[in-house]
């Protein structure tokens, strides 16, 4: 079966099934336009080693591993040599969410996957230690502060300049949507893209009176002192008024040992 096809049945039912045929209801996953936002990058970026934290249910896996497996035939038939190597970091993949996320990649027959059942705490000082790179990045596990912070931290270790970070749930979630953007302002880092997300009025007038304020506040001496930083740059303003951002290492990370920017 080809990811898209599983894909479509996955959404349209609402449900997975388990190794053993169980049906479970559909929860904690990205949705269709996050997916192919994530397939069209992979379309884009043609990366080779790419690395996932937070697997559950597998709908991020297959939206990745489709956009692979679609480079792989593509490139192997203009006559390149393109393999390319999946990591997925979960540590709860075949407890709580009984192994459907592998098991999906399996029926669709992706064979070019590496599961990695431990904290991301763990598993990336781990692949940093054993010198792996990787050229794609896909955050979504725990999403605390302090997890999504560490999360970028050896993303932004492991990546190679070129590389891209995707990060979700960033509209949603306090912590994440902190965290983003705090990184954001790593001079080695821009913002390539988002995933398309309709506002609702409230939300658009919210950001307008916020980015009018901001504009004020350039008369007043110390205004990053005085204000909260999400006055003095909307989450529009900032490109970050979407569920999923994508952000390109575009040089090395150089930052000075007391390197700060408020966010
Ligand atoms: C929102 S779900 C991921 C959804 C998935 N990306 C998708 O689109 O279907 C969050 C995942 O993070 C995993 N997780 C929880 N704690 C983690 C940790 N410390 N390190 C890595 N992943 C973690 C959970 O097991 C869960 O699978």
Known sequence: ?????????????????????????????IDPAEG?????????????????????????????????QKNKIKLQQ??????????????????????????????????????????????????LAQGKQFDFVFIDGWHTLDHTLLDLFYANQLLKVGGVVVVDDVLTIKPVNKAVRYFLNYPAYQFIGKAPYKHSLKRQVYYTVTEFFALLTYLIPLRKKIFNPYWLQSDRNLQVDSPMVAMEKIA???RSWNWYEEF
Not at 39 to 55: A, D, F, M, V
Not at 107 to 119: A, N, R, S, Y
Request: proline content about 7%.
């Open 1 to 29: 079966m080809q990811p898209s096809e599983l894909l479509q049945t996955i959404f349209s039912q609402k449900a997975v099934k388990t190794p053993t045929g169980e049906v479970l209801p559909l929860h904690s996953s």
């Open 252 to 254: 090395t990370d150089q």
């Open 78 to 127: 203009e006559g390149g040599n393109y393999n390319p190597k999946h990591y997925i970091i979960d540590p709860y993949q075949k407890t709580q969410w009984q192994g459907v996320g592998i098991h999906q990649l399996q029926t669709c027959g992706i064979d070019f996957f590496h599961l990695i059942e431990k904290p991301s705490e763990l598993a990336l000082p781990e692949l």
């Open 36 to 68: 192919s936002f994530l397939r069209t990058l992979i379309s884009q970026y043609q990366p080779e080693n790419t690395l996932e934290i937070g697997c559950a249910y597998g709908l991020s896996s297959l939206y990745i591993c489709d956009g692979l």
